[in-house]
């Protein structure tokens, strides 16, 4: 038999041990649970520590330096951080970097939500396809997508203005990309049409864990569409639309493929990023003969500290709703 | 007793035991207006990908939309000139390796931080997630130099553990959730019952966590399949690249075979949505429920 | 009346197995091939065995990374006939795709100290040298190797006397002309001969219905290819840009920079362009010409190659170059020689030796006019100039024969940052004084 209090609960198979037993049992139960964990935690750390850890502590390092990737690095204190403080270029790409994870963020989560809703929906054969076709632009990497759709973007030969064309709306043909006021709309656009997928395919596994009894019994109860989905989906999504919007978060800040692709961050910065910026300085002509890899670490200090702050924020949040 | 409300396709995970509720058509018809031109403009990048590959390479640009004549060459020169069944083995296999690995990994250690309890948990997390934290671009070098300081450059092995490193922490940020999901009651009640942590997670809750499990499959493969910067850098003898870097080397600064790498691409997106496809069957509603019944 | 929790001491899940097996599977599969690429390493290509790597004497591996696509079906024959002829030297092409793509990689090699032994240095030239990367070729191929060399392809690459790299391809740049939509439209490609000429056309290419000329300003350098010449126009002076880049007494504010900006506004105003330049990639622009959307196309000596690759058959046949306009009749034209297609030596590898004899392998001067040749690309040795059967590479390097090259790569620190606001004028904003200002605040700025 099962309470419908709450909803997974179950009955204990066996006999409660005597209370003074207990306590030692829940004291050895503690200490195995402790060194499982640290035993399960450890493969992943020791990898990360070599692997990762230590290359992130080398760039905050070089952000302290200035540095062309040959010869000695110059140790120079915070002076790329004053450096990028004043740059007015690194300032507009902090407010695009912004905007874009903001937009991005927000409509990926909303969308990839109804999506997989909607596709919990239809019927068993067909939804394997759909799921396929809605995930598919998720498949290549950004750098493919970038270059696809730069060809869409296309003003002259680009199938959306001969489209527009096509249906008599010449009016809205634009040079998409070479645009201030729509190169950064487009590039948002595209960067949602490849993660959407990716946000619908995890929402939709957190759809599978609730618990279809749920849903019943509140149909039962006469509750409609919209009250189940907001009680009962919603509610149980929870730790995966926290996923979900960390995710883009994250991915935002560190954005970089999708725009160089398509805008290399133009025209004159409309669509500049830090990813973008960083990369200039330390990979690209932008400063000419000489690569700045020092001032291009400490773009990504700055996007690690923005991730942190992120992180941290949705983890708070996230325990606030749940007490 | 308040009578059913006639309402529109209900919001059900698909339970097999559930009996079908009888809904009007109208419920159908929506979703399908709304799935339908959203899944017109998914692929359709895609389409015009595949009509490029069996186009002739003067028709790409100025010809019509549909090819009028249809020839493979583009598929004959992916495949030959740039090596193509090497590189898509070395992709296998490493690809391959890298999810199992970071399968295990995200499987342990975000079992670890949902459901067990030791000092400094919370701590180790965000640590480890600061993995997620910075862009592959400011890394690339110190990376670069880390793995020559370990003697694994130009090295497959040393890109598979470069890649496990690196992607396992993500894996375990989504195992962790799912996880989350799963009761901790039955965590106790096994613990009741006398069995070792190891025990617990492998016989009990990883089976449950399927769902979460197909997720972690498909996108470690996808990213991994995917990845182009740390292999492009690391290894230096092109017979070692996977092949992605190898693909992209079909995209020239100013002109491009664009049949050529439309055509790879094509080839090279079928292992992926192979595996899409098969782990679907991993979604599967009520499986937590449908066990524990 | 139990429930069951699934029985930790009961039936193993089929779940379980499979994992089981499948790790199992994976492990023996990962195994086998972990240990192939442990096998597979033995060929030391970094390390480089051997001291010096002389020709005939202990084997050495002489690494080639370029992303010169162009001659990526001549450089395995020439690798091959090399290592016919040297066989205990093994040369190791990696031919990348895009700048992109390459600039990463190489700098990742540089900074771990092993630097591949020839490779292409793109703006990181002089840098490379002065910092002892790459060697000085001066000393180390000598004077009368390098005589045949274009002046400005040797001139650009030297600094105090000696020689970071040497030229592989020139470039240079002209007009392109479609005849058939030039008839349509009423203009005579020979009597665009200056600017006022072409802006006088402008209307004329409306009428008829197709853009003037197609350009590319995606990236800012390709802003720059059409921008800089004109610096060499007003001033009349070849050094004049080497200098500015180097802000050599010289800033983006001066009057020449201003006139420059002035000129570029009244063209961009008056039509000439398609819409959309600053958003128009070099892959794009050739597109926008060979499917007819545009009478003409201001690019490099590059594009013959592309087009015949690309556009349909019977536009391949047709099209035309033509010097780009000067400032007024009978002054120069400065088409400008970017030879930025070009190829260093590393300092400190232990093969430099044999990178050398490669290098003197390939620019012998039957081998390298006949690569040249192959690739319909433009060779930077008059001797390999005097060679050329390719219609539009004979025309084209003529223009460098007459005096016409002049280079033009932004090798300074930031320079390349002052095509951002450029692309102001290209989008039809901007006042040529304001935005003088602006390239030199960006200049400064990205400089560091």
């Not at chain 3, 240990?35 to 390390?47: E, H, I, Y």
């Not at chain 3, 790569?409 to 004084?433: C, H, M, R, Y």
Request: glycine letters at 10%; one cysteine or more.
């Amino acid at each position: 038999m099962t309470t419908s209090a709450a909803p997974q609960a179950m009955v204990a198979r066996g006999s409660l041990p005597a209370h003074g037993r207990g306590r030692a049992k829940r004291g050895a139960l503690k200490r195995s649970q402790r060194i499982a964990g640290y035993l399960f935690v450890l493969p992943t750390l020791v990898l990360f520590l070599a692997f990762v850890g230590w290359p992130i502590l080398r760039a905050i390092y070089l952000s302290l330096t200035q540095w062309s990737g040959f010869g000695a690095a110059r140790f120079i204190g915070g002076a790329n951080y004053l450096r990028m403080i004043a740059d007015p270029v690194a300032q507009h790409a902090f407010l695009v970097t912004l905007i874009f994870t903001a937009v991005t963020t927000v409509v990926q989560t909303v969308v990839g939500l109804v999506l997989a809703v909607l596709v919990n929906g239809v019927w068993n054969k067909v939804g394997v396809v759909v799921r396929t076709i809605l995930f598919i632009p998720g498949i290549v990497s950004f750098v493919v997508s970038g270059v696809l759709w730069t060809l869409i973007y296309d003003p002259n030969i680009g199938t959306l203005n001969r489209f527009l064309g096509a249906v008599g709306l010449e009016s809205l043909q634009h040079a998409w990309l070479a645009d201030h006021s729509t190169a950064l709309a487009c590039v948002i656009i595209v960067s949602i049409w490849g993660a959407v997928g990716m946000s619908m395919l995890i929402i939709f596994a957190g759809i599978q864990g609730i618990d279809p009894g749920l849903y019943e019994a509140a149909e039962v109860d006469g509750a409609g569409l919209w009250q189940r989905f907001r009680h009962i989906t919603v509610p149980g999504l929870q730790p995966v639309l926290g996923i979900v919007i960390s995710l883009g978060l994250l991915n935002g800040f560190k954005v970089f493929d999708i725009i160089y692709v398509m805008t290399q961050g133009g025209p004159n910065h409309a669509t500049e990023v830090f990813g973008t910026y960083l990369y200039k300085m330390a990979f690209g002509t932008t400063s000419g003969g000489l690569p700045q890899l020092g001032y291009a670490s400490a773009f990504s200090v700055v996007v690690m500290i923005m991730c942190i702050l992120a992180v941290i924020a949705q983890m708070a949040l996230t325990r606030r709703n749940d007490e | 007793m308040t009578a059913l409300t006639a309402t529109t396709t209900p919001v059900r995970p698909l339970t097999p035991a559930t009996p079908r509720r009888r809904h009007f058509p109208v419920g159908k018809t929506v979703v399908s207006f709304v799935l339908l031109p959203f899944c017109v403009v998914m692929i359709f990048p895609f389409i015009w990908m595949v009509l490029t590959s069996i186009r002739d390479q003067n028709t790409v640009f100025g010809g019509s939309f549909i090819p009028t004549s249809i020839n493979f060459h583009g598929y004959a020169t992916a495949w030959t000139s740039i090596g193509f069944p090497l590189h898509f083995w070395n992709s296998l296999w490493i690809t391959t390796v890298t999810v199992l690995g970071v399968s295990l990994l995200a499987a342990l250690s975000g079992y670890a931080f949902a459901k067990l309890d030791f000092p400094l948990k919370n701590v180790l997390y965000l640590l480890l997630l600061t993995t997620l934290m910075m862009p592959a671009t400011a890394l690339i070098i110190p990376l670069y130099l880390e793995l020559k300081a370990f003697g694994l450059l130009d090295n497959q092995l040393g890109l598979l553990i470069l890649y496990i490193s690196s992607s396992a922490p993500f894996s375990m940020f989504l195992m962790r959730a799912f996880f989350e999901t799963l009761p901790d009651a039955l965590v106790e009640a096994a613990r009741v019952d006398g069995a070792g942590e190891l025990r617990i997670f492998w016989q009990v809750l990883l089976p449950l966590a399927r769902p979460g499990i197909a997720t972690v499959v498909i996108f470690q493969f996808l990213q991994t399949w995917n990845e182009f910067l740390m292999a492009n850098t690391i290894l230096q003898n092109p017979d070692r690249l996977p092949l992605q870097p190898v693909l992209f080397s079909l995209m020239g600064q100013y002109a491009t075979d664009w049949p050529a790498l439309t055509a790879g691409l094509t080839l090279s997106i079928i292992p992926v949505v192979v595996v899409y496809v098969r782990m679907q069957n991993q979604f599967v509603a009520g499986m937590t429920l449908g066990a524990v019944k | 009346m139990d429930h069951h929790l699934p029985s930790v001491a009961g039936t193993p899940l089929p779940r379980r197995s499979l994992l089981k097996a499948a790790l199992g599977g994976a492990a023996a599969l990962g195994a086998s091939s972990v240990l192939a690429a442990c096998g597979g390493n033995n060929s030391p290509s970094s390390s480089g065995s051997g001291s010096g790597g002389n020709a005939g004497g202990n084997p050495a591996t002489v690494r080639l990374w370029t992303w010169y696509g162009e001659q990526k079906d001549e450089f395995p024959k020439l690798i091959d006939a090399f290592q016919a002829k040297y066989p205990n030297i093994k040369v190791e092409n990696r031919l990348f795709g895009t700048p992109d793509q390459y600039l990463p990689v190489l700098q990742a090699a540089v900074a771990g100290g092993d630097v591949p032994e020839i490779f292409a240095p793109h703006t990181r030239a002089l840098s490379y040298g002065t910092g002892g990367v790459s060697a000085d070729l001066k000393k180390d191929l000598g004077d009368s190797f390098l005589t045949d060399f274009f002046d400005s392809a040797n001139q650009e690459y030297t600094l105090d006397g000696k020689q970071y790299a040497i030229g592989w391809m020139a470039q240079t740049f002209g007009l392109f002309y479609n005849p058939d939509l030039m008839s349509k439209a009423g203009v005579d490609a020979a009597s665009l001969q200056t600017w006022d000429d072409l802006i006088g056309a402008a209307p004329k290419f409306k009428a008829a219905g197709t853009s003037g000329v197609a350009l590319s300003c995606s990236p800012t350098t390709s802003s720059f290819d059409f921008f800089l010449p004109l610096l060499t126009q007003i001033s009349d002076d070849p050094t004049f840009f080497l200098r500015l880049d180097k802000q050599d007494g010289l800033t983006w504010e001066d009057p020449t920079v201003v006139k420059a900006i002035e000129l570029t506004k009244r063209i961009v105003d008056a039509g000439v362009f398609q819409p959309g330049t600053t958003g128009t990639s070099g892959n794009q622009v050739e597109q926008i010409f060979y499917t007819q959307k545009s009478a003409m196309l201001f690019n490099g000596s590059w594009t013959p190659q592309g087009l015949i690759q690309s556009a349909p058959k019977d536009f391949v046949k047709k099209f035309k170059v033509m010097k780009n306009p000067a400032l007024a009749a009978g002054k120069k034209h400065w088409t400008a020689n970017q030879a930025g297609a070009g190829l260093a030596v590393s300092e400190t590898s232990k093969n430099k030796d044999a990178a050398l004899t490669f290098l003197k392998f390939i620019y012998d001067p039957q081998m390298y006019s006949q690569t040249m040749n192959n690739s319909n690309s433009m060779p930077s040795t008059k001797s390999a100039a005097a060679k050329i059967t390719n219609a539009f590479m004979k025309e084209m390097t003529s223009w460098l024969l007459q005096g016409e090259g002049c280079p033009h790569i932004p090798f300074g620190n930031g320079t390349v940052a002052a095509g951002d606001p450029l692309s102001q004028i290209f989008e039809g904003k901007g006042q040529p004084a304001d935005v003088a200002k602006q390239m030199q605040a960006a200049v400064k700025t990205a400089g560091g």
